[in-house]
């Protein structure tokens, strides 16, 4: 097999999404490949090794209820940066953008780390009086 390079990978890995193919993501995984999740809040769930992580994926790829969004890839070495949107209704309010902060090592995921934006009304009291100043 032919090792891929960051970019081949992080591609693949968002066609899974768009095209809802989570057989793509089958030899995307690294077997030490660790994930954090961008719910719950603060911390995200997080996900430990090859079988956790592919799980997870591949049930979210299959979802057809919701539509993955890539806005901006950047690669940088073994790194890469996703900024995404995820529309989980109709509307445009049905959705939320974050970004994945990805590595890659011998052609294969070895870490995604989740995060979104998050509407204002759900932050504490004292963070939106910091906020409005």
Not at 1 to 12: K, N, P, Y
Not at 62 to 84: H, N, S, Y
Not at 105 to 123: F, M, N, P, Q, W
Request: some cysteine; aromatic content about 8%; glycine content about 8%.
């Amino acid at each position: 097999m032919t090792l891929r390079t960051t970019a081949e990978v992080i591609d693949r890995f968002n066609r899974a999404f768009t095209e809802h193919s989570a057989a793509v993501l089958t030899d995307l995984v690294g077997d030490d490949c660790v994930m954090e999740t961008i719910q719950p809040a603060p911390d995200g769930a997080r996900y430990q090794g090859r079988t956790a992580c592919l799980e997870f994926w591949q049930a979210l790829a299959e979802d057809r209820d919701v539509r993955f969004e890539p806005e901006e890839v950047v690669v940088a070495g073994d790194r890469a940066t996703i900024r995404w949107r995820y529309h989980f209704g109709p509307g445009p309010a049905d959705s939320v953008r974050g970004v994945n902060l990805m590595r890659v090592r011998a052609g294969l995921i070895v870490e995604a780390l989740g995060y979104s934006k998050t509407g204002a009304d759900v932050l504490p009291t004292t963070v939106e009086a910091e906020l409005d100043r």
